[in-house]
């Protein structure tokens, strides 16, 4: 973690809190009564703590055709986690306003039913009574016995917060889309297999009544048709209408663009339904040259075990029978795997936003300098979410040399922008009206303008908003979070509308409002903005999205083609169709159909090529062997970088779960020294891949390592030994104490590799060199048998190489250093006091450290000659000048970042062998024995 | 009580400051031998060869054949006639075979099993692009390993030491007897070779333990109780030998030597080194230096090691390497001292060592040492520690760096850290160009 301020230790809800500090208790008079609300779990900074529920949670409902809106489940699946927050309520209002512009039927100049593909929308949604803020993401599931083929369904985050909500809208938003894509996958799926079996259903149903009128023709001679037969012939048309019907729904649905496949939002799913996706595809292909046979005959080969039913001419009344749930509407893999993403996301999202926007800060800030990151910081924390970028910003992850549009940028982004839309919440309570196209308020688009995303949501189609009660308050909505992706390629297209045209269409459709509905901001995303529009918006965000635009320019290329700006004009005329209730049963004339596109699947197809190739990018050819570190996580190669990450075995292995490890043995007080204690097998322990654990591993390190410095006077050689790579041995009798310093000292130990924190927190066997190689912090038992003898022998015969902290007579035998770095790292007097608030002052300041070795390590000139008359001496010189006066760094300081810039160097041209088995880099110099 | 030179943790001319530990081996690692400029051959106990990358410590090979330990091991380079560079190792064991070893692709190239016992000792003749095995008879192969010829059987000991002399001659240590034998075309065939004893040299009193050809003129040899004898490897004819002693306190008499009146442990000569004008003797635990013209010894360390040294090596830079069963490689510097007229070496070490009889030939020639030359002294300029058993054999790769190997089963790649920055930081820039990141 980078940024440290002290605030955000408090604001993380964790599961357990570290025991307090151990100082002497206040007398009583002194101490100050703690916040009400914190045996809730909630924070001081909680403005909803009152409210029915404590912790975020989310929400599915369905607007059901039977019964109206309803709450299906909550994620954690957990009756506590509402309280007495009525779920019922709530979801009647979310389902009270979807912008998504669902419409099946007939269109008039097409015989048959259509799908539409309808991207899902998202919107905020408040109610102040209840204190609970939801971000609202509205999607539709295809279903063949319902109301118009669709069901309504939406998924909501809900909080106490408002902030969160809106901080964290393009994250939710991107997360949720995920989710829902997942979902929608599943969903396709199962209504392709529904349809089939219902086209299998007619097709019986087809022969045997042709059977039938065959044998009353045959009966009847008497030249005339009688009511009976023209009945059937009536039935049998209608029959024949429906199969061609489902025919073409059934090739509709398998049409359906599956761009998303390339996206970065699409997630590995397991082999068998990338095949399946795949023959789909194949399916797709062949319709559109052949339609349907291939395909029906691939799946009748799949699924012979269907017996068709004969059905009636006319389906039952769409009251009648019982709808299906939400997972039979999806293939039970995509529905497990959508509940997965959906806890993930509520793990996600946990905590209070300062913390969030706090992480996602260093995150976005880390991912700029990928090369230096495997020094101090935990990996698995960066590879948690690999695809997950700072929705704010987009960076795009190959320049990490960009590193000044960050400072220009992100931080301002979010402090502007929160304070933005909070005086838009309070100033301007306005009403969300249906089809007010030209109202216009200029005051809208401020709050959008400084978010710099939302300036791609400046988009006018709002329609199918229903207005509902009281005390909702629409805080935003988007309608696609996937195009926001390219969103920058097509803010370069050459064919804009006018801006004052884009203006008026995203100000509009603010009133006042009686009831106290508010819109806060609109999100369609599918928009167009031109380049003299950014313009007008001299500020730093602009700037940014700017340079960004020259550094991706070459890689997007491929996305410009017409076939993107088609599917744009496509998307925003079908956005223009107004949502119709479309017949329930087939073969029905419907009344209400309106205009549409009848190629718009085609469309999407199009877009297909548009998006497929992204040329490799540099970092992902630079480490090909541990790219979990180096590559760019960037969009394209997600699913690439998840395999590995999922397959590779070291993972487990890695500074995190050996801090783990020592986590448990850290606690003094609990830890029995048992079997497991003799670890003479030095290697780490299996990890638990929780992060809560480092959450509380860090404050545990974080606190020893402040009791530690206050503590021993000599705790700046000792650390000053960590970092430049000489082993530090801490030497005692008492297993538990050994440990608790070792924790303690780990935090200052640069990592040579990725996979393997060089911290072995006890030893019990003599040492050998191998061990000085492979450690760089060892906890070591002190004996009193003669194999103590032994083991003090090898100590000083391998003087050289290591440090020793004697714990039991409190000495340590170390290089003298007199630099200016430790002492900032360790200050004894430090203000700090709590564990986790020094762990990220430590992490701050080895952040610091780490760029300065980087520039160390990267510069050319202090390593090879300017010319070749240069000589050795000169560039030796100019180095030392450079660590000198550059870096500022004095006496010892120079070979902590020359240890640091060595470890770079060695991680950047990953020499395989020494990967696995580092160099031990060494200097002779005098040791002194320091005591207290 | 014990003398050993130690040196404070501050070593400034010692380069090595980057070390890299190659496992593989799981049985004592007694041989080293180089193949070219950047790869070398381990072998040992465990009977495996590995064959590694010098600049990157990189295992090459893994080479499986032997079935016990291994006797000897020996580089085969290509002929210069031979286009292609092909190099062999030859390596034997005491499972009496004698392996063939192809290194540009780890593959056994023969194998040699006719032996009747184990074979100590091999050889390659470069000139003669033969190569000769030593153990209870001495045989003389070719390339193709075609047996060209061999000795009869000897009886009282096995050969345990080769060394190539001029006039296609070899000397072999069998015992205390130094034999020479002759390589002279066989009569028969056109390709044959024909082995001829020409003479057995019997001067030391005990096993002779080291043996080398300094020059195309001399031969040293030394034995288990420390003889020191320097023989001239032209005169084989005559059956002359000129054998001085290495005592510069003796008037040069043929055939003196001198034997140390300590502890026979002590004073075995392990090991020979030399360049053109010095050999420099392991006896012991101390090193000595005896200067070939001035025909006296120069400089020495009595105890040099805490422990038996095992290999010396000379370097370029007057200096020498030297490992030792305490587990320690030392670096020594040859240097001269500048005119002090007090206690010349020679004499104090004589007293020291209990030559009794030379008390008075000693002043004499430290007198006339004072007047004529300036002595010179072995500085211990660095020392290497890492190994945590006996230090069996190292090799010197010039820049790249030094390789011990050791009774622990560890390899050691001792480094110049500051060469290795460099060259690391070159590999940094040229990958950056690679990737265009530049």
């Not at chain 1, 529905?335 to 959906?342: G, R, S």
């Not at chain 1, 031109?530 to 960004?548: G, H, L, R, T, V």
Request: proline share 5%; with cysteine.
């Amino acid at each position: 973690m980078i940024s440290a301020p002290d605030v955000v230790a408090f604001t993380k809800e964790e599961e357990s809190e570290e025991e307090a500090y151990n100082e002497p208790a206040l007398p009583e008079e002194y101490s100050v009564p703690l916040f009400p609300f914190a045996n809730h779990g909630a924070n001081p900074w909680s403005k909803f703590s009152g409210s029915k529920f404590t912790k975020d949670f989310i929400l599915i409902s369905e607007f059901s055709e039977q019964v109206g809106p309803q709450p299906l489940l909550t994620i954690p699946d957990d009756a506590k986690v509402s309280g007495t927050f009525d779920l019922n309520y709530f979801s009647l209002r979310i389902m009270s306003v979807d912008y998504q512009a669902s419409f099946v039927g007939h269109p008039p100049g097409c015989a048959y039913p259509k799908l539409n593909f309808v991207e899902d929308s998202k919107v905020v949604l408040g109610d102040s009574k209840e204190g609970a803020f939801a971000y609202v993401h509205h999607l539709t599931l295809y279903d063949l016995e319902a109301r118009g083929f669709v069901r309504p369904f939406c998924m909501a985050y809900i909080s106490t917060d408002e902030h969160k909500i809106m901080q964290q809208f393009q994250e939710l938003s991107t997360e949720f889309s995920k989710a829902s894509e997942c979902l929608k996958t599943g969903n396709r799926k199962a209504f392709a297999n529904e349809l089939e079996k219902k086209l299998k259903d007619l097709d019986y149903t087809r022969t045997v009544l042709h059977n039938e009128t065959e044998i009353q023709k045959k009966a009847n001679d008497k030249g005339f048709y009688t009511t009976q037969a023209i009945e059937k012939a009536n039935e049998l048309a209608s029959v024949e209408k429906s199969i061609i019907e489902h025919q073409d729904l059934l090739k509709q649905i398998r049409s359906y663009p599956y761009r998303k496949l390339k996206d970065s939002d699409f997630h590995p799913y397991e082999p068998e339904c990338v095949v399946d996706q795949a023959n789909t595809i194949f399916d797709q292909d062949s319709t559109t040259s052949n339609p349907a046979e291939p395909s029906e005959m691939h799946h009748h080969a799949r699924m012979p075990s269907y017996t068709p039913k004969l059905i009636k001419a006319k389906s039952a009344k769409c009251f009648d029978k019982k709808l299906k749930t939400l997972e039979e509407l999806c293939d039970i893999y995509f529905f497990t795997q959508t509940l997965d993403q959906l806890n993930q996301i509520e793990k996600m999202f946990r905590g209070d936003v300062c913390y969030l926007l706090t992480n996602q800060i260093s995150k976005a800030l880390l991912k700029q300098q990928t090369i230096t990151n495997f020094l101090f910081e935990d990996v698995c924390v960066l590879d948690e979410k690999p695809e997950k970028q700072y929705g704010g910003c987009q960076l795009s992850n190959q320049d990490t040399v960009n590193t000044k549009c960050l400072e220009q940028f992100l931080i301002p982004k979010v402090l502007i922008s929160m304070g933005s839309y909070k005086s838009s919440v309070e100033s301007v309570p306005i009403k969300m009206e249906q089809e007010i196209e030209d109202s216009q308020e200029p005051e809208v688009t401020e709050p959008i303008a400084f978010d710099q995303e939302n300036l791609e949501y400046l988009d006018a189609d709002i329609k199918g908003s229903i207005s509902s009660g009281e005390s909702i308050e629409v805080l935003g909505t988007e309608k696609s979070a996937a195009v926001l992706t390219n969103s920058e390629s097509q803010a370069s297209l050459p064919i804009q509308p006018s801006p004052q045209m884009i203006r008026s269409k995203a100000a509009g459709r603010r009133t006042i409002s009686e009831d106290s509905i508010e819109v806060l901001s609109l999100c369609p995303s599918e928009s167009l903005i031109p380049e003299d529009f950014k313009a007008s918006y001299p500020s730093a965000i602009n700037e940014e999205s700017y340079a960004d635009d020259e550094g991706r320019g070459p890689y997007l290329s491929p996305r410009l083609n017409p076939a993107n700006v088609k599917e744009m004009e496509g998307n925003s005329e079908e956005e223009k169709l107004l949502p119709v209730d479309s017949a329930c049963c087939i073969g029905k004339e419907n009344p209400n159909f309106v205009e549409s596109l009848p190629d718009l699947p085609q469309k999407h197809c199009d877009d297909d090529d548009g998006v497929v190739s992204i040329p490799p990018q540099p970092y992902r050819q630079v480490d090909q062997g541990f790219h979990v570190n180096f590559s760019d996580c960037s969009s394209h190669d997600v699913s690439g970088g998840l395999l590995s990450y999922e397959l590779d075995p070291h993972y487990l292995s890695s500074r995190e779960a050996s801090k783990i490890s020592l986590d448990e043995y850290s606690d003094s007080t609990s830890y029995m020294s048992s079997a497991a204690s003799t670890c003479s097998d030095r290697t780490s322990s299996p990890a638990h891949p929780l992060s809560h654990f480092s959450e509380r591993h860090r404050k545990k390190a974080g606190q020893n390592a402040l009791k530690f410095i206050r503590q021993y006077p000599f705790a700046h050689p000792a650390i000053y030994s960590l970092l430049s790579g000489r082993t530090l041995i801490v030497l005692g009798e008492d297993e538990a104490m050994v440990k608790k310093l070792v924790t303690a000292l780990s935090i200052f130990v640069p990592n040579c590799g990725l996979f393997a924190m060089p911290v072995n927190h006890w030893i019990t066997s003599p040492l050998n060199i191998m061990d000085f190689q492979k450690w760089k912090l060892i906890g070591l038992q002190r004996m009193v048998s003669p194999a103590g003898v032994n083991m003090l022998h090898s100590l000083s015969r391998y003087s050289r190489y290591i440090s020793i902290l004697d714990v039991d007579s409190k000495t340590l035998r170390c290089p003298l250093y007199k630099g200016t770095l430790v002492p900032r790292l360790a200050d004894h007097r430090t203000q700090i006091k709590r564990g986790s608030t020094y762990y990220m002052h430590v992490q701050n300041i080895l952040t610091q450290l780490c760029s300065k070795a980087f520039l160390y390590a990267f510069c050319h000139h202090l390593h090879l000659p300017i010319n070749e008359t240069e000589t050795e001496d000169s560039v030796v010189s100019r180095r030392r000048n450079f660590l000198k006066f550059h870096l500022g760094l004095v006496n010892e300081d120079v070979k902590v970042v020359q240890y640091l810039a060595e470890l770079l160097k060695l991680q950047y041209i990953q020499e395989p062998i020494r990967g696995s088995n580092p160099v031990l880099r060494f200097d002779y110099v005098p040791s002194f024995l320091y005591k207290i | 009580k014990s003398s050993v030179q130690s040196l404070g943790e501050e070593q400034i001319q010692n380069p090595y400051t980057e070390l890299l530990v190659l496992k593989g081996h799981h049985d004592i690692v007694r041989f080293l031998v180089k193949i070219d400029d950047y790869r070398f051959a381990s072998a040992g106990d465990d009977g495996i060869v590995f064959l590694w990358n010098a600049q990157t410590g990189e295992k090459l090979f893994e080479l499986h054949g032997h079935t016990h330990k291994i006797t000897a091991i020996t580089a085969f380079p290509s002929s210069d006639a031979c286009k292609e560079k092909n190099y062999l190792i030859l390596t034997a064991s005491a499972d009496r075979t004698v392996i063939v070893w192809e290194c540009n692709s780890g593959k056994q190239v023969q194998k040699v099993s006719c032996f009747h016992s184990t074979v100590k000792c091999l050889t390659v003749l470069q000139r003669l692009d033969v190569w000769l095995s030593g153990g209870s008879d001495l045989c003389v192969w070719n390339r193709k390993l075609d047996l060209l010829c061999k000795t009869s059987h000897l009886t009282d000991a096995d050969i345990s030491a080769l060394v190539e002399l001029p006039k296609n001659c070899v000397a072999a240590a069998v015992g205390k007897e130094l034999i020479i034998f002759r390589l002279v075309v066989s009569t028969e065939g056109s390709e044959g070779w024909d082995v001829l004893e020409l003479k057995r040299l019997v001067d030391h009193q005990d096993n002779i333990l080291s043996l080398v050809s300094v020059n195309d003129l001399t031969l040293v040899t030394g034995s288990h109780v420390g003889e020191l004898i320097v023989w001239d490897a032209l005169d084989w004819t005559n059956q002359v030998c000129e054998c001085t002693s290495w005592d510069p306190a003796l008037h040069i008499v043929t055939q003196q030597e001198i034997k140390l009146s300590q502890n026979q442990r002590e004073v075995s000569i392990q090991h020979l080194t030399s360049d053109e004008e010095c050999v420099f003797a392991a006896v012991g635990k101390g090193i000595y230096v005896y200067n070939l013209q001035m025909k006296r010894l120069i400089a020495c360390q009595r105890t040099a090691h805490d422990s038996t040294v095992l290999h010396i090596a000379k370097l370029p830079s007057r200096q020498l390497i030297s490992c030792s069963e305490d587990g320690s490689v030392r670096i020594w510097e040859l240097r001269e001292k500048q005119q002090l007229p007090a206690e010349p070496v020679p004499t104090g070490f004589l007293t020291m060592w209990g030559f009794g009889r030379a008390n008075k030939q000693a002043s004499q020639t430290a007198k006339k040492m004072q007047e004529s030359t300036s002595s010179y002294s072995l500085e211990l300029i660095g020392d290497l520690i890492g190994h945590s058993s006996a230090v069996q054999m190292f090799l010197y790769f010039d820049e790249l760096g030094l390789v011990t190997c050791s009774a622990d089963h560890l390899i050691i790649l001792w480094k110049d850290g500051e060469r290795e920055s460099r060259l690391r930081s070159l590999a940094l820039f040229q990958k950056l160009e690679q990737n265009n990141d530049l």
